[in-house]
Every structure is written in C-alpha cells, then in structure tokens.
C-alpha cells in the first residue's frame, strides 16, 4: 500500500529542504546506483541521494572533492559507437535483438522509430509512456524508443532515468538495451563492468515494469536485457544476452528499503542543509549529523568518499582497512583498541577475539625476532 | 585476511609506516629484468598511448604514438617495442644448459628420461600494477593473429615483420602469470603488497605511489601523509603530482594537455599533406615534429614518476634475501619460457583464441598444484608465514619432551618411535592425522597419536624417512629439547592423473575440437580504430 | 487433506522412469536430480544391480572415499551374491574396515585385478589413474553436481554411458585458484560436470526424485521454495506422521522452549541479543551446546512412519552444524563441557549426504560484522536445513536480515555463464523470514 498523500508530500518538501533553496534535485544516476549497490547499509548516502543531493558538488564544498572525471577520448569513442549502433533506424541494433533475444519473431525489416522529444523530463517521462502505449496497438511491429525517459519512485520521489534504448518486440514485450563502449573480447568482457551494466539495466526494468503495470494488458517486460558492445579490437557492435533477474530482486529490495531515508531525515537535527553554497564547517556538521558506514569500496563508487575516509581515519575506524579485517574482531572496531587487546592491555582475556589477537600478536612478535636474529 | 596480517596492518597505521608481511623474498628477482610502463588511450580496447621499456634505469626508451588512432603509427609503436622486447628475449633464449626431462616414449608408451635444452635463464618483465599485465595479455591478443606482408601479400593492413611475435611472447608473459608463484612478469604492486603490509586497504595498494609512500615515505611525513599526497596532491594546472601508474591516464591529464596537444599535432599533419612546394613543407615539417615532441614530452612525463618508482621498489625488494625455494620455483619458470621457445622455433601457430577442453582443464590443475606448492614453500621459508599456519591450526612448533621408541608389526619391524612434542599452539589434529616436518630439505611424515586431556602435549609416531635398518640413522628422530615444527599440509605436490589428448576429448565434453585450424586474423576495415 | 498426491506412487514412477531411460534408452547419459533424502542411494543402488543383473559390466564412480565404502555396503546387503570391486588408492587405511567382512568384495589399488567383476566401484581421483582398453558399457556417476567438470573429463573415457545423479542444491564443487578466464566456455574446468554434460548434450533425458523421504512436512516446502524453486519436491509423510515428544516438561528456559516450539513445528529459532562476535561467539556455542544437552536430558522420543513406538532420541540421532571448523571444534568442547561426547558436530561440508532426527544449526551469519559470499553460499544453508527428519533448531544473534541488507550486491557478471539460482542472498531472506515465525528470544 502507498504512504498516505499527506506523509509523502511531507517527505518531499523535507528533502527539498535538505537539498537547500533552490536547488533541483539531481536525478539517481549510474554511479548513485553504483553507490547504492555498493553501499546499501550507508545512511548518509541513503539520504543523499533520496533527497537528489549533487554529491560531487557537496564534497567539493567540504574540500574533498571527488576523483571521478571522464576523459574526452572516452566520451567521443562513446558517444561514435552509440552512433554507430543506432545508425539506420536503428537496424543493426534491432537485427542483434532479434538474434540474441527473439529468434523466433519476424526480422526486422522495418521498425517504429517514434521521436521522444519532449520538454524537461516529466514531459520526456510522459512522452515515453506515450509512446509505449502506442507501440502496444501495433502488434508485430517492431519500435525502438531512442533514449526514452523513465521515472523511478525513489523514497517517496521521482528519480529520472535514461536508458539508452528500449526495444518493443513483435509480441509486444520490452527488451532494456544498454551500450557501454568496453570491448567484448573473443565472446568475453570485463565482469565488474558487465556486473555494473547489468545492475543499471534492472533500475531501468523495474522503473519499465511500473510504466507496464499501469497498462492493461500489461506487456511483458523482458528480465534478458540486450548488452552492445565493441567487438574484439574494432568498433563494430556485438552483443550479449545478460540476464539479470538476480540483479533486480537485489535492486528491487534495495529501492525499497530507501524508505528508511523518512526515519533518517526525521532524525537529521532540525534546519540540517546540504546546500554546497553553505560555509564549510556548517556543511561538515551537517555531513557528520548522518553516519556513513565508509569501506573502501566507496572509492569507486561514491562522490563522498574521500571525505568519509578521512573521518573514518581520523575515528581510527579498523573498517577504513577493508570489510574483512572486522571478521575476527569480534566487537572491537578501532585500531587503537585492536592492539591495545593485542598488546594485552585491555580486553577480557575470556573473549575468543581477545585471546586470538593476543596469540596473532605473540606468533608475530616470534617470528619478527627469530628472523631478526 | 589472517588476524596476524590485520595486525600488521594496525600497527602500521599506529607507526605510520608499513610493517613487514614476510621476512624473506618469495619472488625471483633478475638481474637485468625488462621494466614496462604503458599508458592507454581511455575508451579504447588496449589502445596504446606510449611507454617507458628497457632494463636500464638510466636510460628508458621512450615510445609514443602522436595519434592514437592512426592505425599506422600504432603499427610503428609495436614495430619500436618488438624492437625492445624481443632482442631481450632471444638473449635468454640462446643461452642454453643440458637438462634431463621425463617422457613419455610415443613407440613403447613408457615413462624415460631424455636430455633436452632448458634455457639457463629466463626474461622477466615488470610492470607497475595490474593493470599493466592486464595490458601485456590484451597487447598480445590484438598482434598475435595479425599477418604481415611476408605471410599473407593479400593482408590489406599488414602488420610489421615482428609484431606477431611479439604478440605470442607477450600472450605466453601474460598466461605465465596467472600461474601462482611464477616470476616471468610481475607487478610491482602485487610483489610489493606481498611483503609489506600498510595502514591502508589492499584496494588502495593498488596505487604504486601510495603503497611506496608507506613503505618508504620521505623524510618528515608519515605513510598516511605521503600515500595522500600521492593519491591526491596536484599542481596549479590540476594535473597529479604524482601521475596514476597506468595504463589508464587521468582524466584532467586527457583533457587539459593530452587533447589539446593531440589537436595541434593533427593540425600540423594536415598542414603539412596540404604544403604546396618543398620550402612550406620543411617549414611545416618542423611544426609536426615540434607538435610530436610536445606529446612525447607530456607522455614522458607521466610516465617518468612511475619508471622512478617500480626501480625504487626492485631496490626494497632486493634488499630482502631471498627465500630458500624461490629458485625452484623460478627454474618451473625456466621451462615455462623454454617450451614456448621451442614451440615459436617448431612453427607452431599462435596460441588459439579460447583454451580447449583439455588444455584448460590442464591449466586448471597446473594452477592448483602450483598453488598449493607456493602456500607449502612460502611457510616453510618464511617464519611469518609459518606464524599465520600455525595460527590457523595448520602447523604447530614446539619442543620435544619425549621420545620412546617403537616398532611396526611385521615380518622385519622398522622403527616407528612416539615423540611428545610441548606446544601452545593449538593445531586441528584429529585420529591418525598426518602430519610433515622438513628434515634436510625433504619432508618427514608422522601421525598424531594423542594429545594431552589439557592441551599443550602432543604426541606422534614418526613414520619414514629414519633408513631401512632396524635402527633409525642417526639424526632422523627428533631428539629431546629439540625444536620442531610439524604442519598439517603436505610440502610437495603430487602430479595429477593425466588427462586425455585433446583428440581424444570425450562426448561429455564435447568431443575433439577438430583439426586445429589457423585462427583468422580479426577482421579489418577501414574505418576501425585499431 | 483432499489432495490426491501420493508419494510412493509418485517416487515409483519417476523411479521407473530413470531405469527404463538407463536401461533401455538410447541417450548416452541420464541425468537425475535429487533433493535431500529423495532415496539417491537407494536409486544408485536399485540401478547398479539391475544392470549387473542384465549383465552389464559397470563401473560406478563417487566422489569421496566414505561415499564409495558406504555404497559397496550397500550394494553387499541388498545382493551378497554380487561380485564387487572395490578400487583403492595406494595411501594407508584406503578403505572401510567393515569392507574386509565381505566375501564378496574384491579390494585391490590395481584396477587389472578387478577386471570381470560385475561392479566395480572408486572415487573419481583413482578412476583418472585407470587405463581401460575396452571402455565399460555402464557407469554411474554419483554426487555428479560435487563433480567438476575436469574430473568427469579425466574419467568419460572409460564408459559408454552413463546415469549421472546429485543434488543440484549442495554445495558447489570449487577451484583454489582464480578460473574466470574460462567462465563462459561450455566446458570451463571448474563448473559441475553435470553443467559440462548438459551444455554439450543438451537432449539428455533428465529426471528428478520427487519426494524427499527424510524431510517432514514442515520442512520439505521451505527447503524446496528457497533452494528448488523451479524443481520443487514434496515431503513422503504427512503432518501427522512424524512427532517428537519429550518427556520431561520445559523448564521454562530458552533452550527449552524453542526445543518445544520446534518438536511442535519442526523449526526453531533461538535468538540472542545482537552483536558482533568472533566465529567461535561463546554464547551463542554454548547455546547450541545447551540445547543439545536438554534435547538429551529431556527424554526425546520420536515417532514416524518407520518406527510407530516411539524411538528414542539418542546422541546418535542428533547433530550439530556449523559454517567453520573452528566453530564446530568449539560447540565440541562446549558440549564436552556439558558431559556430551558421543553427538555429531560438523561442518556444512561433511554433513552432506548425512541424515538425523534433530539438527541443532549455528547461523552462518550469527553475529557477524560482515556477510561474504562464502556464508551466503546457498548451498551451505541448504546442507544445513535439510539433514533432520524431525525437527531443527537455529541458533542465531539478532540483526541477520540487516546484515543481509547491508551486503553489497556488487558481484561481477561473466558473460555466457547460466546464472545460479536461487540466489544465496535470497535463499538466506526466505528462510529468515520462516525461522522468524518460530522465534525464542533469549538472553544467556
């Protein structure tokens, strides 16, 4: 059942004020659902991106700004490729659906192109919904939607996201395409990539199933997305099949646990702010009134990270080092009381940690010195 | 991640500086290794951009390719580095020694020895991270299959005369590599992180300058301090201090030098194809070899700090000794590369696209014997390593308290003596569990009989390795008030059962794949990139 | 119950189904899946013998060297007349003692001494050593999805064909080293021989075993929803044919009343306050080692379709389960603390294929900072769930279904590989959320 009316404009204008006057809300794109799958228990980062806060904008303004650029090549190559693959009506990209995902159907010779040009994305939102729809009262026609607009309801509001295909096959199904411009190698490709492409696309399946939901009949949206990428040394298109179900029962749970951003925001101290026009400190305090569960894993994922970093140094947070080092340490979760037990100067000998730092420590120390000699 | 690694890592942020994860060396180190340092154009497969390669610190050879995309001078960047590379290669692979190898005689089916070549040392190639091997195994694969004028005069784009073979040799460096253990081609980083451990994560020891600037920071900073600035620090042109150590470039790096100097070498080269008489065209010459140079420039200079610091790190790594199996390990290496030279001197074609059935499955057990070799060998060499075993429960030391002699039953009784070992480590020992000490290089086994109700005693009955009399030779048992240490892994690996010829490849598995035929070079059309 | 389902009939015909396809079928293999306790021996057994009977030599293949001694006793008792060879390797002690008893069994390292025998039986490591000149007519493969795909390489020579039976939902078989560059290929070395077999022989028959005769009906659905859900199976008894009753009352403790909640449901969760602890949490071990005592003290006695007076519960039908080998040797010396010996206390791996009439399970996740891949391994879990006839009981700290939350979902994706379900992840969730209905709360 959805929230009451009431609570969720509540939650909106809050966000609104936690983003700060004025400024838009910045929509959930592939890294904040980067971040997301990298960092799902993070509440900072939770309410960040409900409330569309510009993260590298935000750690910019606390001075440490985040690492994440794109060189030129890479967009030109890109944005060639993508090009290319739509090229033509977009046939080359239909004949790889059709190849990889829908033998059985008709080839398509010709295909509906319909143009999603709308104004700001609620009207590209609409316009897309539009024209699947449309699609629907063409069976056995084939309809590529070029860069089409979906919205996604993220924690109470909507998140804006653009696939960069959506194929309409002759049944009537939806196939999310995604272009990446990595290459396929003899059939294979980077998995962290794919991983990252394939979790992307089940955001993009599961904000297409609300749009199919709400048609009657629904259409059936597919859980194979299509994956194109440069073949081998070339820029010729190829393409995979990627199934992502795994990713969207993940994503699925994930989204809607956002929910949790109400009791987060709810315990943010009354007129918190994360506008980057904000002094400093007083953005630091509001950063900080939110805890983060920093790993370094949010290097790669997340705009905030070195900031968290540098707090989670500064705490003495063992985590800092990587999840795993907390395996075997039981409840002790800064450096400082680690080897103090380890040295033996605090700690309850009785606690299975304790006694098995003590014993790493003495074994160490052992051989350090029988090398050393 | 073992408690006794976790700890090191503690301590090194509390001393600010990196603490040693191992007391000896586990890898071979040459005396004349091959560095590489590439650097890729982002968004492209394995395009390269330029590099620094030679085995003389002082004097690197510069390779760049002005235009990326210009298939041509992409050509004469590889031409340059077979130049390089290769030279180095045959100079070990015409050094020779005699050696003995175990056959299997085609006519009788029987095992026998037989003297073949093994070459008397062996190339190394180092690169300064991952990334960079991932980069020899992608530069591999894309020249390897190409044809040159001389093997197909039809080839529309032919490759130069070495470029395939440089592709075949950087393809064997790179599978070589996945092997645990082996030395052919390292990364810095990975050597480096093997036996230091610093106050960061192993994420951030991917990062050559930082994981450097805690195991030898400068004068004044501590490692958190140096591995920040090496991370982050950047100049008044918002360019890294200290440049990523590739093959991918930094963005600002891209955007703010790289493109626009790319563009004025692109202007001048179309300035000079458009020269109408020979004194414009020396003019305009000049302004493409200026243009050249400012590339060559800006890639010398990204690639010039992390040269400095893969020497840097060999000079750390040298300084430890080196750990007593490492030369085994290193002569599997040997062979490793004697193999593939006989194969490119026999004319066998490239290494296919995809591993059959057969070869892949031996790669697989190859790889986890190796495995298993290397954990066995570096415990044995090393007591930190040993010290992380003996935590797990997988080895315990101690003292000899006891020892009674026994005896088998049997028709001619062999020594079979029970020895009480005093320990505080708490080994998973169960009923009859074998157990190994190395004696003079050769593992002794036993098996554990008992333990005392509170710990602390073990007893084991010694089970070889003691002569054929029916007196143990002398020094073959433990003595009392000896130091021991038994481990629970076996010290040498057992070669696999073998497996089929790929000919006979069973149904279950698909069948033989066929005649092996020659892969087809990949395709080329005009408007590729590469 | 108005259903029309029949268990027997059901578990008959499916049986009669594989043997028919292996005797007389024309596929060069058969492949059978098995969920737990669906009668997998029985089957290997019932087709060995039907193909000695028909007068085919057969080799049978198994993984681990408890399985193939626990076959040829097996075989031995339902047929002492057959002439069986058990194949050993050259190590000392290669085989059961119990094997020496049998006139009939023929034991050799030599695989030329056993020739002409109508079976003959060893693990898959010492079959890659055999050089046959004329391959067997017959094998069986046994726990096949434990075997992987380079092992079935080493041995498909030998035989003509074969009927391949496993469970697909235990644990996977693994490779110590890195092996994603052959992820994708139709034989990469280290997926399951039955991926291997199935990939280049897609038209094979396959069959399942329906019914799982060990599970009771309170736990064959949740088994085989979260770790079957597109081959699901029933239990072969009803709600009312198994009971487990105690004869002295609950003291009102938290051991005692999620033993109570449990022989009444046949699930229980005992829940200690959350916190992050060492693997070997003494707690929650000594928890586990408490409830095992009661079970003991309690005066269990269990009633089933196989025994209508009810049979007591002893130590030997009572067995522990844990994630690590530390943990395991931990509730050990707990349980001998508490004067019990003689119960089982293993890890997931080595209570595979076992089976008892109460577990007593230590969560993966209990108190863990951090979940990794290795502990939402679903078919950990699975082992785990499904070893008990009667009842299992869980013992866990609070704060599991956060952990699973909290877990970053950032898995590498390897193109042309069949994606794995269910997911461990989601296996994990579904069976919290059941446990959660028989939960205890207690504070030691």
């Not at chain 2, 036993?446 to 005693?457: K, N, T």
Request: proline residues 8%.
């Amino acid at each position: 059942m959805p929230p009451p009316r009431t609570r969720g404009t509540a939650l909106r204008h809050r966000l609104a004020e936690l983003r700060g006057p004025d400024v838009p809300a910045k929509a959930l794109d592939a890294r904040a659902l980067a971040a997301l799958a990298a960092n799902p228990g993070c509440a900072r980062r939770a309410i960040l991106d409900g409330a569309g806060v510009n993260k590298a904008a935000l750690a910019s303004a606390l001075g440490s700004p985040s690492a994440f650029g794109q060189s030129q090549f890479a967009l030109t190559r890109g944005n060639a490729f993508e090009a290319k693959v739509k090229a033509d009506g977009g046939a080359e990209l239909l004949r790889l659906v059709h190849e990889k995902l829908d033998r059985s159907a008709e080839p398509p010779a010709e295909a509906r192109v319909p143009d999603l040009t709308a104004t700001g994305p609620q009207g590209r939102t609409a316009r897309t919904a539009l024209e699947l729809r449309e699609a629907a009262a063409h069976p056995g026609a084939w309809t590529l939607l070029d860069h089409p607009m979906l919205a996604l309801d993220v924690a109470g509001s909507p998140a804006f996201l653009e696939p960069d295909a959506v194929v309409v096959h002759p049944d009537g199904s939806w196939t999310v395409v995604e272009i990446k411009s990595f290459p396929l190698l003899d059939g294979s490709a980077d998995p962290a990539k794919v991983g990252a492409a394939a979790r992307q696309a089940a955001v993009y399946v599961l904000a297409l199933e609300e749009v199919a939901a709400r048609l009657d009949p629904s259409p059936r949206v597919r859980h194979r997305i299509l994956l194109v990428c440069p073949r081998d040394f070339s820029n010729l298109p190829a393409a995979s099949a990627v199934d992502i179900r795994k990713q969207r029962a993940v994503t699925a749970r994930q989204l809607t646990r956002l929910t949790r951003i109400e009791d987060i925001a709810e315990a943010l101290p009354e007129g918190t702010c994360f506008s980057p026009e904000l002094p400093a400190d007083e953005l630091t305090a509001a950063v900080e009134s939110v805890p983060a569960t920093y790993a370094p894993e949010c290097l790669s994922a997340c705009e905030l990270a070195f900031h968290c970093r540098a707090r989670s140094r500064e705490t003495g947070a063992v985590t800092s080092l990587g999840r795993p080092v907390r395996a075997e340490l039981g409840g002790l979760t800064t450096v400082e009381d680690v080897l103090a037990a380890a040295r033996g100067e605090a700690g309850d000998p009785a606690d299975p940690a304790v006694a098995a730092l003590r014993r790493a420590a003495a074994l160490r120390a052992e051989a350090l010195e029988a090398a050393c000699r | 991640m073992s408690l006794i690694s976790t700890l090191a890592r503690l301590e090194a942020v509390s001393t600010g500086r990196a603490q040693p994860a191992a007391t000896v060396r586990h890898r071979h180190l040459s005396d004349r290794p091959l560095v590489f340092v590439p650097l890729t154009t982002a968004g492209e497969a394995g395009a390269p951009l330029g590099a620094l390669v030679g085995t003389d610190r002082d004097a690197p050879r510069l390779l760049v390719v002005p235009q990326p995309r210009d298939r041509d001078l992409r050509f004469a960047f590889l031409a340059e580095l077979a130049d390089v590379v290769l030279p180095y290669v045959d100079a070990f692979a015409e050094v020779v020694e005699a050696a003995e190898r175990t056959e299997t005689d085609p006519e009788t089916g029987k095992r026998v020895k037989v003297e073949v070549d093994l070459c008397a040392d062996a190339p190394q190639l180092i690169v300064p991270s991952r990334g960079g091997i991932d980069l020899v195994r992608l530069l591999g694969r894309s020249m390897r299959f190409r044809r040159t004028a001389e093997q197909d005069p039809e080839a529309p784009y032919p490759a130069p005369p070495r470029v395939p073979l440089l592709g075949r040799w950087l393809t064997h460096f790179g599978e070589r590599a996945r092997v645990p253990g082996s030395s052919l081609l390292l990364a810095m980083t990975d050597v480096l992180g093997r036996h230091w451990a610093t106050g960061q994560s192993t994420l951030e020891d991917q990062h050559l300058g930082a994981l450097l600037a805690w195991i030898d920071p400068p004068e004044g900073l501590t490692g958190a301090e140096a591995a920040l600035r090496a991370e982050l620090e950047r100049d008044a042109q918002g360019q890294l201090t200290c440049p990523p150590a590739g093959p991918a470039t930094d963005p600002a790096f891209d955007n703010k030098l790289l493109a626009p100097a790319i563009e004025r070498y692109d202007r001048a080269r179309t300035a000079l194809a458009a020269a109408e008489d020979g004194l414009e065209a020396d003019d305009r010459l000049g302004a493409l070899t200026a243009a050249e140079r400012e590339i060559r420039d800006l890639v010398r200079s990204r690639t010039l700090p992390t040269w400095e610091k893969v020497w840097q790190g060999l000079d750390l790594l040298r300084e430890l000794p080196e750990g007593a199996h490492v030369e085994e390990r290193w002569t599997r290496d040997r062979w490793s590369f004697t193999g593939h030279r006989d194969r490119v001197l026999a004319g066998e074609p490239p290494q296919p696209r995809r591993d059959d059935a057969v070869t892949a499955a031996n790669k697989l057990a190859t790889r986890e014997r190796e495995q298993a070799r290397l954990e066995a060998q570096e415990a044995l060499d090393d007591l930190l390593v040993m010290a992380g075993r003996r935590l797990s429960g997988e080895a315990f030391a101690g003292e000899v308290t006891d020892v009674v002699m026994a005896y088998n039953e049997g028709k001619r009784p062999s020594p079979r003596p029970l020895v009480t070992v005093r320990t505080d480590d708490r080994p998973h020992l169960g009923e009859r569990t074998k157990v190994y000490r190395s004696l003079g290089g050769k593992p002794q086994s036993a098996e554990f009989v008992g333990a005392e109700e509170d710990g602390g005693y073990v007893v084991l009955r010694i089970l070889d390795k003691m002569g054929r009399g029916k007196e143990p030779e002398p020094g073959s048992v433990p003595e009392k008030g000896e130091r021991v240490c038994f481990t629970l892994f076996e010290h040498e690996q057992r070669g696999g059962a073998k497996l089929p010829d790929p000919e006979e490849t069973p149904w279950t598995h698909g069948g033989p794949p066929g005649e092996a035929t020659l892969e087809a070079a990949d395709p080329v059309t005009a408007e590729d990139l590469l | 119950m108005t259903t029309l389902f029949d268990p027997s009939a059901a578990a008959a015909q499916a049986t009669d189904a594989i043997l028919h396809d292996t005797l007389h079928g024309t596929a060069r293999g058969v492949v059978v899946d098995s969920p737990p306790g669906a009668g997998k021996s029985t089957l290997v057994v019932r087709a060995a013998l039907e193909l000695a009977e028909a007068g085919h030599p057969l080799m049978v293949v198994a993984q681990t060297n408890a399985q193939v001694d626990d076959l040829v006793l097996r075989l031995a008792e339902k047929n002492p007349e057959l002439p069986v060879g058990r194949l050993h390797s050259s190590d000392a002690d290669p085989y059961d003692k119990a094997l020496d008893d049998l006139e009939n069994v023929r034991k050799s390292a030599k695989a030329a001494d056993l020739a002409g025998l109508a079976v003959v039986i060893s693990t898959a490591a010492k079959w890659a050593h055999v050089k046959a000149d004329e391959p067997w007519r017959y094998a069986i493969v046994d726990e096949a999805y434990q075997m992987r795909s380079d092992a079935l390489l080493a041995v498909a020579g030998l035989f003509e064909r074969a009927l391949f039976v496993g469970d697909p939902g235990q644990l996977d078989p693994f490779a110590i080293v890195g092996s994603e560059q052959w992820a994708g290929l139709t034989y990469d070395p280290s997926a399951s021989a039955v991926t291997t077999l199935l990939a280049h022989n897609p038209d094979l028959p396959q069959h399942r075993l329906p019914v799982s005769w060990r599970l009771p009906a309170s736990a064959a659905p949740l088994v085989s929803d979260a770790f079957y859900p597109y081959t699901p199976f029933r239990s072969g008894t009803g709600h009312d044919d198994r009971r487990l009753s105690f004869a002295v009352p609950s003291d009102g403790s938290g051991p005692d009343r999620v033993i109570d909640e449990a022989a009444e449901s046949g699930w229980g969760l005992l829940e200690l306050p959350a916190r992050h602890t060492p693997r070997t949490d003494p707690e929650a071990v000594r928890a586990v080692a408490t409830v095992v005592r009661r079970l003991l003290d309690r005066g269990g006695a269990a009633t089933s379709e196989r025994s209508p007076d009810p049979a007591p519960l002893t130590a030997d039908r009572i067995a522990v389960g844990t994630a690590h080998r530390d943990q395991a040797a931990a509730v050990r010396a707990a349980l001998a603390d508490l004067g019990v010996t003689d119960v089982v206390v293993d890890t997931a791996n080595r209570l595979q294929g076992r089976e008892y009439d109460v577990t007593v399970v230590l969560h993966p996740l209990s108190g863990r900072p951090d979940a990794t891949a290795f502990h939402l391994e679903t078919g950990r879990l699975c082992v785990l769930a499904s070893r008990h006839r009667h009842a299992c009981v869980v013992v866990c700290r609070a704060g599991v279904g956060d952990l699973l939350d909290d877990y970053p979902s950032t898995e590498p994706v390897q193109l042309g590989t069949v994606v794995k379900f269910p997911d461990g992840w989601e296996a994990n969730h579904a069976v919290l959320a059941h446990l959660a209905e028989h939960r205890v709360e207690w504070r030691p």
